[in-house]
Structures are given as C-alpha cells and as structure tokens.
C-alpha cells in the first residue's frame, strides 16, 4: 500500500535558526497536504499543494511539491517558540477520498 | 467552523470488551476518516468512508470496524479491545473527493487493560 515518510522524526534548534522537514510518498500523489500539531492538539490544516513544482509561502513557512509529485518540503525560516510541533505531511492519490498521513516531524525550539 | 466531536477524550477500559467510539461532525461533509496515532509512526488510518454505510479499508483496519448510519456520524468499534490497541483515536472529516482538507475531532485517548 501507499507509504509517506517524513524525515528527520525529531528537530531541535534554536530559536531564530531554520528548519526543514522532508515528505516522501511512494506512490505518486494527486496533492500534498501540511498539517501542524501542537503538544496535547489534534492536527491542522496548513496547507494544499496540487501542481507539479508547486511553490507555496505563508510568512516565514515555503512549501513545495517535487516535480515527479512524489516529494515534498516544508521550510522554516528564523524558527520561533511558537513553531513547537509536530509537522505532518498528508497525501491524496486521487482514485480515492484516502488521505495518508506521513510519519511526522517533531520540532522542538529553545530560546 | 467545522466542528469534528469525539465522544470521549479518555477512556479505559479491560481486554475483551467491545468498545465504541463515536465521532460527529456538522459540516455535511462526505468524507469521514479514522486515524489513531503512535509515537514515531504518525497517523494511520484505520478505516474511511466517503458516504453513507460506505466503508473502505485503510491501512490497519484489523481488530477494527466501523458504522456510518447518517452522514454526520461515523464510528469504530473494537471488536474485543487488547492492550495493543491502547493509544489515541482521531476521527476527520473532509467535504468531498476534490477536497480533502481534513478537519479533526480533539482525540480519544484509550487505555486498554
């Protein structure tokens, strides 16, 4: 069946630093999801990507879809304390309403 | 706003007991979706339906089943709860198969022992 993998599973950097999380379908994807969970929350809705090397930014967050719709990133610039969380990303093959979620990456900042 | 409800935010409850777990959601979605989820292995999905008394299977559907009688409703039932099912439950719902932004309830934490 269809895998997602997020890569690292856990960060920790320092406030101010920049962080990336790295999404890795098996199959190809009709769109791409992100999602942010914080500690003791339930996951939300970040974003959408549906086109082949989609680039998408909200504030300091750049998202992005690989060419072969197989890939994606999510990209933090200047973390903050309040990026703590578990970043998930979620795919959507399209011949389905399935929607698999990613391993998620777990990101921790300190001042 | 989307609201996604769980009927209970703990449980606990002995292996071998039927257990169920209810999800509700107001939005006439069609797409309902049940997830549990574990350190280090994210979300999986356990079972899905995109209308009413459809069902389809996920990713770990076994020891699991679900009912969908009315579109706002959607719930798993754990045949004959074991330990190795302890973990939280997180029910979604999403509009329809051209959009799936998934809106969740606040989680089921379930203890089996």
């Known amino acids: 069946g269809q895998q997602v993998m997020q890569i690292p599973q856990y960060q920790h950097v320092q406030e101010g630093e920049d962080f990336t999380t790295y999404c890795n379908s098996s199959?190809?994807?009709?769109?791409i999801q992100w999602y942010k969970q914080r500690p003791g929350g339930h996951p939300v809705f970040l974003i959408q990507?549906?086109?082949?090397?989609e680039v998408k930014k909200q504030k300091r967050l750049t998202f992005q879809f690989g060419e072969a719709k197989k890939n994606s990133s999510l990209h933090i610039t200047a973390t903050q304390t309040t990026d703590v969380g578990t970043y998930f990303c979620?795919?959507?093959?399209?011949?389905?309403?399935?929607?698999?979620f990613g391993t998620g990456t777990r990101l921790q900042v300190t001042l | 706003d989307v609201k996604v409800t769980q009927s209970s935010r703990y449980l606990v409850k002995r292996t071998g007991e039927k257990v169920f777990l209810e999800c509700v959601q107001d939005?006439?979605?069609?797409?309902m979706f049940w997830y549990r989820q574990d350190p280090g292995l994210g979300l999986r999905l356990i079972y899905f339906?995109?209308?009413?008394?459809?069902?389809e299977k996920g990713d770990i559907p076994e020891g699991y089943s679900v009912s969908r009688e009315k579109k706002e409703r959607f719930s798993l039932i754990l045949e004959s709860a074991s330990t190795n099912q302890t973990s939280m439950y997180l029910c979604?719902?999403?509009?329809?198969?051209?959009?799936?932004?998934?809106?969740f309830g606040q989680g089921t934490r379930l203890t089996v022992v």
């Open positions: 979604a719902s999403s509009l329809t198969r051209g959009n799936t932004e998934a809106f």
């Open positions: 199959t190809t994807l009709s769109n």
């Open positions: 990507l549906v086109k082949s090397g």
């Open positions: 979620a795919g959507d093959t399209g011949t389905a309403s399935k929607l698999t």
């Open positions: 939005m006439d979605h069609e797409n």
């Open positions: 339906s995109y209308d009413v008394k459809m069902k």
